[in-house]
């Protein structure tokens, strides 16, 4: 049963393979009308099916293919059956009561066939094992009754049977210890924040645009509960593949997104929707990146969204991702945000909208490259002035050292004329 728990598992994983890279074939056509097609139908049937890394609703598009060693598991029972689909959980767990119920019914009937009570049926002279025990069914629902406690008062064990005393209290233990794993495991499986996940959500786009005077990238997310995310904190990464200055190429690299680590920013008050800026610096991956070179970069941002369920206690996350066609530059988020008559509201209906505003069209490096040089000039011509305010200083000094010489050289001659 756990073997096929296991397989049943490897099989749900496979469900969500990645979508392998897809390149769209041309149709075979005459060699004239294959040379008569535009040459631009041509690349765009020549691009790469964009896949993505992160789907929009937060699942992983990864597949664990050869995965030899299936006996992992089973080393982790309790978390192979928590991972199951609901339709396969709920089949083992009628299975396994089903099957410990069909065992222990098979043992007591042996035991009262071994012990000849099938023979003195309506013997009121013979003590039997179980008292009006006359077949396999009824044997069942002796095992049935004995595990589940239910106790009808028909069908009741004797003392003059010793085995089944013992078989009592064997099938009673194990009965416990199925009943804590499979109803701990339907617990945990119904408890589990998933589905919480559901109601946080993520603006359909990013968008970039200028924000206190900086390029920023921002997106939002919302709670649409009243209970709210405890603990809430959200990190952004980048996913793109590389190639190093040895040659070696790293396929879907992670390379973090600044979101306020170190402002703390990145923690949230998630009661209404935020927006999440992350500021486009010198250390940031898009300081290089225009808006006319943004559609050509075959990357994806996944944003993640983590904290504690308010009612249970539990961590939850939620997922999404953008590619390169849903990051839109010059827009801004539209507000949501109205004070009404004592309360804030919010109004869903505008979270996903954005309009578009005055963004230059140029990267983070250009646009801080033209303001250094916009500030040469100022402080050229400063330092020129200083230089030239020097310089006539030290004239004046010079001028005023001739002028008192030669007052002290007249004022000598008169002396000298005046002895003669």
């Not at 050289?409 to 003669?420: C, I, M, Q, T």
Request: aromatic share 10%; glycine share 4%.
């Amino acid at each position: 049963l756990f073997l096929m728990a296991a397989n049943v598992l490897e099989e749900d994983s496979m469900e969500q393979d990645i979508e392998s890279p897809v390149t769209i074939h041309q149709p075979k056509l005459p060699k004239q009308a294959r040379e008569d097609l535009p040459k631009n139908i041509n690349k765009e049937c020549a691009k790469r099916k964009i896949q993505r890394y992160v789907r929009k609703d937060g699942k992983c598009n990864v597949h664990h293919g050869n995965v030899r060693e299936t006996y992992r598991y089973l080393t982790d029972i309790f978390t192979t059956l928590v991972d199951l689909k609901w339709r396969f959980n709920l089949l083992i767990f009628v299975m396994v009561y089903t099957v410990t119920w069909l065992f222990f019914g098979m043992i007591w009937w042996l035991i009262a066939y071994m012990r000849g009570d099938m023979d003195h049926i309506g013997d009121s002279t013979w003590t039997p094992c179980v008292s009006n025990l006359n077949g396999f069914v009824s044997a069942f629902l002796f095992s049935i009754e004995t595990e589940t406690t239910i106790g009808y008062g028909y069908r009741v064990i004797t003392d003059k049977c010793p085995e089944g005393i013992i078989l009592l209290l064997v099938q009673s233990v194990l009965g416990s210890i199925v009943n804590a794993f499979m109803v701990g495991c339907m617990f945990v499986k119904i408890s589990q924040p998933k589905k919480r996940a559901e109601t946080l959500v993520f603006s359909t786009n990013a968008v970039i645009s200028m924000r206190d005077g900086k390029l920023c990238l921002m997106f939002r997310v919302g709670d649409l509960r009243n209970s709210h995310i405890v603990e809430a904190s959200i990190r952004a990464k980048l996913i793109k593949s590389k190639q190093t200055k040895e040659g070696e190429f790293i396929p879907l690299n992670q390379t973090d997104i600044n979101v306020g680590y170190y402002t703390g920013d990145d923690r949230l008050f998630l009661v209404s929707p935020l927006i999440i800026s992350h500021e486009i610096n010198q250390q940031s991956p898009f300081w290089e990146i225009s808006k006319a070179q943004l559609p050509k970069e075959e990357l994806e941002i996944v944003v993640i969204l983590e904290g504690m369920v308010e009612a249970t206690g539990m961590t939850c996350q939620a997922r999404s991702s953008y590619i390169t066609s849903e990051i839109l530059w010059g827009y801004r988020f539209t507000p949501v945000l109205t004070l009404e008559d004592g309360f804030y509201e919010v109004d869903y209906n505008s979270f996903h909208e954005t309009y578009e505003t005055n963004t230059p069209v140029y990267s983070a490096k250009e646009l801080a490259e033209m303001a250094s040089r916009a500030e040469l000039p100022l402080t050229w011509s400063v330092s020129s002035k200083l230089d030239q305010h020097a310089e006539l200083e030290t004239e004046e000094e010079e001028k005023n050292l001739e002028d008192q010489n030669e007052r002290n050289g007249d004022v000598a001659n008169l002396e000298n004329e005046s002895k003669v």
